[in-house]
């Protein structure tokens, strides 16, 4: 039975560090989503991983998200194609497999403004290595997901071992 613990122990550690290590990216950074943000600029500074969410930050009722099932959809801004809609003004889309995903404003008029952003996920293993020096729309930092990587294993082993007797 001691066994089925720890190895009950050890997958719960790995879930629990992996999901730490996700990030949470405001998409716009510090401006949000909003008209006057350059998203091409900020996506650009960006590395999206499976397992990061995507936060929309917004005035509820001045704007809101749909996400568009096509690249056609994007380029022309043809919102009526949307394949989901959020309206909150604090709308969080979760990244659960790699791929090209396509968002929009909803309000008239926004998307053909520039009020649209093409959001490409990479496998969490094969991500490339950031380019941005500023990590101010991402929530977590590489001091913080270093430490979560190698600190948190290392102290549950010692707990399990100090805990729980193999012999």
């Given at each position: 039975?001691?066994?089925?613990?720890?190895?009950?122990?050890?997958?719960?550690?790995?879930?629990?560090?992996?999901?730490?290590?996700?990030?949470?990216?405001?998409?716009?950074?510090?401006?949000?989503?909003?008209?006057?943000?350059?998203?091409?600029?900020?996506?650009s500074?960006?590395?999206?991983?499976?397992?990061?969410?995507?936060?929309?930050?917004?005035?509820?009722?001045?704007?809101?998200?749909v996400?568009?099932?096509?690249?056609?959809?994007?380029?022309?801004?043809?919102?009526?194609?949307?394949?989901?809609?959020?309206?909150?003004?604090s709308?969080?889309?979760?990244?659960?497999?790699?791929?090209?995903?396509?968002?929009?404003?909803?309000?008239?008029?926004?998307?053909?403004?520039?009020?649209?952003?093409?959001?490409?996920?990479?496998?969490?293993?094969?991500?490339?290595?950031?380019?941005?020096?500023?990590?101010?729309?991402?929530?977590?930092?590489?001091?913080?997901?270093a430490?979560?990587?190698?600190?948190?294993?290392?102290?549950?082993?010692?707990?399990?071992?100090?805990?729980?007797?193999?012999?």
């Amino acid at each position: 039975m001691g066994h089925m613990n720890t190895i009950f122990l050890v997958l719960v550690s790995v879930f629990i560090t992996k999901e730490a290590l996700a990030a949470q990216h405001v998409v716009g950074g510090s401006q949000g989503w909003d008209a006057s943000t350059d998203f091409n600029s900020w996506v650009s500074g960006q590395t999206f991983k499976v397992g990061d969410q995507l936060a929309f930050k917004y005035t509820s009722g001045l704007h809101s998200v749909v996400e568009l099932g096509s690249e056609s959809a994007y380029k022309n801004c043809n919102i009526g194609s949307a394949v989901n809609s959020m309206n909150t003004g604090s709308d969080v889309v979760k990244l659960n497999k790699p791929g090209t995903r396509y968002f929009a404003c909803g309000t008239l008029g926004h998307c053909g403004q520039g009020m649209k952003v093409k959001i490409t996920t990479v496998s969490a293993g094969n991500a490339p290595a950031s380019t941005s020096s500023s990590s101010s729309s991402t929530t977590t930092s590489s001091a913080a997901s270093a430490s979560l990587t190698f600190v948190f294993p290392l102290v549950l082993t010692y707990c399990i071992f100090s805990h729980f007797s193999f012999f």
